[in-house]
């Protein structure tokens, strides 16, 4: 399986009320990168429920760029990144989030809009391009919708990891990105 996962941690007030710093074998969870990114983005991309991105959509030298510039001894880029678009749930799209989570909130319009802001809040962070970074918006909603319900404390717990799996959420995000 490869090691690079969009890193996300359902029902969030469990995932918030255990600690986010660590895995569940106790390794760090990559840290966010803080504000100020340059790629802020103004509203959103007009709907990301299907996935409407080509392939290989993180491939591209400007995104090569920006994982570069994020990397760290520790964590690659694209790990960094994933831990972005988690903190963004549990930031400014908690609402959105916290929507589709409730009793028949999974709904296309809910998953839209967490998308939409995930898409946002992580460019504001991680100047990715659009396309780019409607790859992490899709993951994100694929694990509200297909695994909140999975009881997913821990995002590297067996379970969640067969959740996402299963729901199509990395073969997903992989064919999306084009990340290796």
């Given at each position: 399986?490869?090691?690079?996962?969009?890193?996300?941690?359902?029902?969030?007030?469990?995932?918030?009320?255990?600690?986010?710093?660590?895995?569940?074998?106790?390794s760090s969870i990559p840290p966010v990168i803080g504000t100020g990114?340059?790629?802020?983005?103004?509203?959103?991309?007009?709907?990301?429920?299907?996935?409407?991105?080509?392939?290989?959509?993180?491939?591209?030298?400007?995104?090569?760029?920006?994982?570069?510039?994020?990397?760290?001894?520790?964590?690659?880029?694209?790990?960094?990144?994933?831990?972005?678009?988690?903190?963004?749930?549990?930031?400014?799209?908690?609402?959105?989030?916290?929507?589709?989570?409730?009793?028949?909130?999974?709904?296309?319009?809910?998953?839209?809009?967490?998308?939409?802001?995930?898409?946002?809040?992580?460019?504001?962070?991680?100047?990715?391009?659009?396309?780019?970074?409607?790859?992490?918006?899709?993951?994100?909603?694929?694990?509200?919708?297909?695994?909140?319900?999975?009881?997913?404390?821990?995002?590297?717990?067996?379970?969640?990891?067969?959740?996402?799996?299963?729901?199509?959420?990395?073969?997903?995000?992989?064919?999306c990105s084009g990340l290796p």
């Amino acid at each position: 399986m490869k090691q690079v996962r969009l890193i996300w941690m359902i029902p969030l007030a469990a995932a918030i009320a255990i600690g986010c710093g660590t895995t569940e074998a106790g390794s760090s969870i990559p840290p966010v990168i803080g504000t100020g990114g340059t790629g802020n983005m103004s509203g959103g991309t007009g709907g990301t429920g299907g996935g409407g991105t080509s392939e290989g959509a993180c491939t591209n030298e400007a995104d090569a760029m920006v994982y570069e510039d994020l990397a760290t001894d520790e964590f690659t880029g694209q790990e960094i990144v994933s831990a972005e678009a988690s903190a963004c749930v549990f930031g400014s799209c908690s609402d959105e989030a916290f929507a589709i989570l409730a009793p028949g909130g999974n709904t296309p319009e809910n998953q839209d809009a967490l998308a939409v802001c995930v898409v946002a809040c992580t460019a504001e962070l991680a100047p990715l391009t659009p396309d780019c970074l409607v790859c992490y918006g899709d993951s994100v909603v694929c694990s509200a919708a297909n695994c909140a319900s999975a009881g997913c404390t821990t995002p590297t717990a067996d379970s969640c990891v067969r959740c996402r799996e299963q729901a199509g959420c990395f073969s997903g995000f992989d064919e999306c990105s084009g990340l290796p």
